[in-house]
T-cell receptor, first 110, second 110 residues
């Protein structure tokens, strides 16, 4: 099956710093989403981005489908950005079944 | 509009007991799914449904049953709980390729 690898596994930042999270996937996909799981366990949609670039406030994401990777940028990080960030993809031509990476745990210190 | 709701929030079972995790959505979405999340891992798909009366297996279906008699509800049944089923369970719906998750049920099997 398709493999999804996220890096780094852990990231510790000071408030105000910028960061880049990476997601590599092993096959062509027609769906890629980024999620944030907050410290209370809630999963929140950040981006649906099978290709191209999107921005939402301090967060932006870029997916280069032909090279099988996606990047999530967090600028001017805040303590509320802490949590785990997941990348999830599904197979090109398959059904709407998401395969998740293991996530990047982000800790933003004040 | 409550979105996706799950009950109970927490549950402790003894090995061999059965129970049903409830999931309901009020968004009239056709697609619903169940995932489990184990420590240090991303979510893994258990079962999914593309509409009332239609279900299919995901990545880790063993030990779980589902049915979909209405668009709104998608219960997950554990027939004979095992300690390996200790996990956090998330229900999700999908609209326009984006998945929306419920708050989760934390299940412990002793």
């Amino acid at each position: 099956g398709i493999q999804v690898e996220q890096s780094p596994p852990d990231l510790i930042l000071q408030e105000g710093a910028n960061s880049t999270l990476r997601c590599n996937f092993s096959d062509s996909v027609n769906n890629l989403q980024w999620f944030h799981q907050n410290p209370w366990g809630q999963l929140i949609n950040l981006f649906y981005i099978p290709s191209g670039t999107k921005q939402n406030g301090r967060l932006s994401a870029t997916t280069v489908a032909t090279e099988r990777y996606s990047l999530l940028y967090i600028s001017s990080s805040q303590t509320t950005d802490s949590g785990v960030y997941f990348c999830a993809v599904n197979y090109k031509g398959g059904s709407e079944k998401l395969v998740f990476g293991k996530g990047t745990k982000l800790t933003v210190n004040p | 509009n409550a979105g996706v709701t799950q009950t109970p929030k927490f549950q402790v079972l003894k090995t061999g007991q059965s129970m049903t995790l409830q999931c309901a959505q009020d968004m009239n979405h056709e697609y619903m799914s169940w995932y489990r999340q184990d420590p240090g891992m991303g979510l893994r798909l258990i079962h999914y449904s593309v509409g009332a009366g239609i279900t299919d297996q995901g990545e880790v279906p063993n030990g779980y049953n589902v049915s979909r008699s209405t668009t709104e509800d998608f219960p997950l049944r554990l027939l004979s709980a095992a300690p390996s089923q200790t996990s956090v369970y998330f229900c999700a719906t999908i609209r326009a390729y984006e998945q929306y998750f419920g708050p989760g049920t934390r299940l412990t099997v002793t």
